[in-house]
Structures are given as structure tokens and as C-alpha cells.
């Protein structure tokens, strides 16, 4: 399981977050458009971020174990609003490219894994999201 995240404002810029995961330290901010320095990537470009390295760490390791030869795999996500029965809602599109030698049955195999990634399935229901105040 993942380890906790700390985010919290580093006062270097309007909107600059010094994040900590684990032991991994960055910086999240938001686009020079939107107020911010752009000093990082922004809240969204991380959720994007996690969804592609989901998806190709599951199609790694089920190629893996299968000992298919598959040689990269690239995930490039966008994110945008679209309208849904006049409802602006999140779309995310995931665009996965599989190098390799790979028959038509495997790829189309993988692309059902990849929408069976933890981070996939996770974003495609509903969260349960808590938020609590203290001090």
C-alpha cells in the first residue's frame, strides 16, 4: 500500500505545495494561466500521472508473468470537462501504446488488464472521500 502524503504550502510562490511521499519530496503548483509560478506539476497533472504509471506497471508485470514480448509501454492521459446531459464532467482519456511483437489476442488481453489497474478502478467508481479538521 502507498505511504501517507504530506502537502502543504512552502510560502515560495501564490499557490507552490511542498509535498512529501514517503521519502520522495516535490513540488506541486499551479500553471502560470491559473495564478501560479509553475513551479510544478499541477493537482490534476498528478492524478493523470498516477492513472499512467498504474497502467503501465500492470501491463508490465502481467506481460511479465505471461513472458510475452512486450517491450514499452507508453501512456499519454489528457484531461479536459465535457458536457454530459448538461453536466460538465471529468473525462480522462488514456491513449496506451504496446511495443512489441505482440499478436492482436495479447494486445486486446492487455488493454482489458490495463482497465483493470488499482488506480483505474479506484478513479472509474465513486471514492469514499473523509476530511477532517485540527488543530
Excluded at 89 to 107: F, P, V, W, Y
Amino acid at each position: 500500500m502507498s505511504s501517507t502524503v504530506i502537502v502543504k504550502e512552502n510560502g515560495q510562490g501564490r499557490y507552490q505545495q511542498a509535498v512529501q511521499a514517503g521519502k520522495h519530496h516535490y513540488l506541486a503548483d499551479e500553471p502560470v494561466a491559473m495564478g501560479g509560478a509553475d513551479a510544478g506539476p499541477a493537482p490534476f497533472d498528478f492524478v493523470l500521472s498516477g492513472l499512467g504509471a498504474c497502467t503501465s506497471m500492470t501491463l508490465r508485470m502481467y506481460a511479465e508473468r505471461k513472458e510475452w514480448p512486450l517491450r514499452q509501454v507508453i501512456v499519454e492521459l489528457t484531461h479536459q470537462k465535457i458536457d454530459v446531459d448538461g453536466s460538465k464532467r471529468d473525462c480522462i482519456q488514456r491513449q496506451i501504446t504496446l511495443e512489441g511483437d505482440l499478436s492482436s489476442e495479447q494486445r486486446e488481453r492487455l488493454l482489458e488488464i490495463a482497465n483493470k489497474c488499482p488506480v483505474h478502478r479506484a478513479l472509474a467508481q465513486s471514492f469514499l472521500l473523509e476530511c477532517h479538521l485540527t488543530g
